[in-house]
């Protein structure tokens, strides 16, 4: 493991137990930090709305994060759209803390996601179960989160999925060193 893995796997254990509030201004920011958010997600507008009026969902305008970013001494994410490299180039060029590879935009590669391990800056990636999660840790994803019913508010499908994921952990854990190959097979991953 790398200085910079170990820093961004440090920096995630902060926002452990903690509340990452959405905001779309400067004074959202800082309305959430007095409320003792530990982090703020900076987004332009609302992706569901985005899409559901037809429009293409994409990482939010730099100028509108860096505001956000100069209103709070909390760490700032943005969001990327999966497999888009140049859109995480930016968010890193812009300093922001986290980036989120998020299912919530609009996509702009169905297969591949970013190979997180070519960024300084810490990822989190979203995961249905624990193969996802997994493959998201190889790319070089620090944090994983659940995956919910994208803009609704419904937190059901993220509970679901947690369980899920904790379920087949516990399973996976209970295994022989000789099973896990198989495991790992399975769930689409590197065994290491």
Do not use: W
């Not at 926002?15 to 800082?30: C, H, N, S, Y």
């Not at 429009?55 to 994410?77: E, H, L, N, W």
């Not at 249905?128 to 190889?138: Q, T």
Request: charged share 25%; hydrophobic share 40%.
């Amino acid at each position: 493991m790398t200085n910079r893995q170990e820093l961004n796997r440090n920096l995630a254990q902060m926002l452990k137990g903690g509340v990452i509030m959405d905001v779309t201004t400067p004074e959202q920011a800082r309305i959430a930090e007095a409320a003792g958010a530990c982090a703020v997600m900076a987004l332009e507008r609302i992706p569901a709305d985005i899409r559901a009026a037809g429009g293409v969902s994409r990482m939010s305008d730099p100028k509108m994060i860096k505001g956000i970013q100069q209103a709070v001494t909390i760490p700032v994410m943005a969001k990327c759209r999966i497999g888009h490299i140049a859109e995480a180039q930016i968010l890193q060029a812009i300093e922001i803390d986290y980036i989120d590879e998020s299912e919530v935009l609009s996509p702009a590669d169905n297969i591949y996601h970013i190979d997180k391990n070519q960024f300084d800056v810490p990822f989190v990636c979203g995961a249905r179960n624990l193969g996802e999660a997994l493959r998201r840790i190889a790319e070089g994803a620090t944090m994983i989160r659940t995956k919910g019913e994208p803009g609704t508010g419904d937190v059901v499908q993220a509970v679901s999925h947690m369980r899920l994921m904790q379920s087949q952990i516990r399973e996976l854990v209970s295994k022989r060193e000789d099973e896990l190959y198989e495991a790992a097979k399975q769930l689409q991953v590197p065994y290491d």
